[in-house]
């Protein structure tokens, strides 16, 4: 196969010691969560069957040169995007991959509760930016065992309707 870089990409590889850049850190942290038993993480990744394809295990470049730079730009302390898998049953491979932004991530957990609502699932949270809610009424409402079309478009005890605001 061949190894095609961006300029960017290129430029990153000649110029700065590998070990320094956000791109390197992000490819040695996978390998170590799916590849290392003493990784702190390895259950969550390694443990579960998650693999590291075997053209990006071993060439950094090629997979710099799938991934991309990670975009600019920061999140308070952190860096605004990390490493996701889109599919989290899958390995890391190509088109399996995208740099996401924190809030991103959160949505594609696991753990997710997901609902599904007018043909359209979101999370928890997702429902709850779109409605205006709070995610602990949604939950509390689905813990009762409300149906979803009330749980989202049910009028609050004060008497206003999120309906407009879900359909």
């Not at 095609?4 to 000649?14: C, D, P």
């Not at 491979?93 to 809030?103: I, L, Q, S, Y």
């Not at 949270?125 to 049910?154: C, F, H, K």
Request: aromatic share 10%; glycine share 6%.
């Amino acid at each position: 196969m061949a190894v095609i870089l961006t300029t960017g990409a290129r430029n990153l590889v000649r110029s700065t010691p590998r070990c320094r850049t956000p791109e390197y850190k992000t490819w040695a942290a996978m390998l170590r969560r799916c590849h290392c038993l003493s990784d702190i993480s390895y259950s969550n990744y390694g443990g579960r069957g998650i693999q590291v394809c075997d053209q990006w295990r071993s060439s950094f470049e090629v997979f710099l040169a799938h991934v991309g730079l990670r975009p600019p730009g920061t999140n308070g302390k952190r860096c605004a995007y990390t490493l996701d898998r889109i599919d989290n049953d899958k390995n890391y491979e190509p088109g399996n991959v995208r740099w996401a932004t924190w809030r991103c991530q959160q949505s594609n957990r696991r753990n997710n509760r997901r609902i599904t609502f007018n043909r359209e699932t979101l999370t928890v949270a997702e429902w709850a930016r779109r409605t205006g809610m709070s995610r602990q009424t949604i939950r509390y409402r689905l813990e009762q065992g409300w149906p979803v079309e009330d749980v989202l478009v049910r009028e609050t005890h004060y008497g206003l309707s999120v309906r407009d605001k879900v359909l």
